[in-house]
């Protein structure tokens, strides 16, 4: 089993930044892809950004050039740094653990923080 805690959401002005965090306990991290969702109201939850046990990053068009996706395998830890944010980036924000070589698969949620871009 793993637990995953977020931190670092909050409201911050159209243009500034935040930098999310996620701590994972457990065995798995380094031979998991790590990633973060988000879910706005109304709307079905989305990759933001993944990271792979090689370093290899994937992020959806809308952040692209904007969030930063890291992972500290010593820390079990991922973060998602993210500038230029809009008010479109509002959301709940989700850190996703999923294990390669495990049977059966497996996928780990955090329970979420929220990020409101507003003026």
């Known amino acids: 089993q793993v637990q995953l805690v977020e931190s670092g959401g909050g409201l911050v002005q159209p243009g500034g930044s935040l930098r999310l965090s996620c701590a994972a306990s457990?065995?798995?991290?380094?031979?998991?892809?790590m990633g973060w969702y988000r879910q706005a109201p109304g709307k079905q939850r989305e990759l933001v950004a993944s990271i792979d046990t090689g370093g290899t990053i994937n992020y959806s068009d809308s952040v692209k050039g904007r969030f930063n996706i890291s992972r500290d395998n010593a820390k079990n830890t991922v973060a998602l740094q993210m500038n230029s944010l809009k008010p479109e980036d509002t959301a709940a924000y989700y850190c996703?653990?999923?294990?390669?070589?495990?049977?059966?698969?497996?996928?780990?949620w955090g329970q979420g923080t929220q990020v409101t871009i507003s003026s």
């Open positions: 457990g065995s798995i991290f380094s031979i998991s892809i």
């Open positions: 996703n653990c999923r294990p390669l070589g495990i049977s059966p698969p497996a996928s780990f």
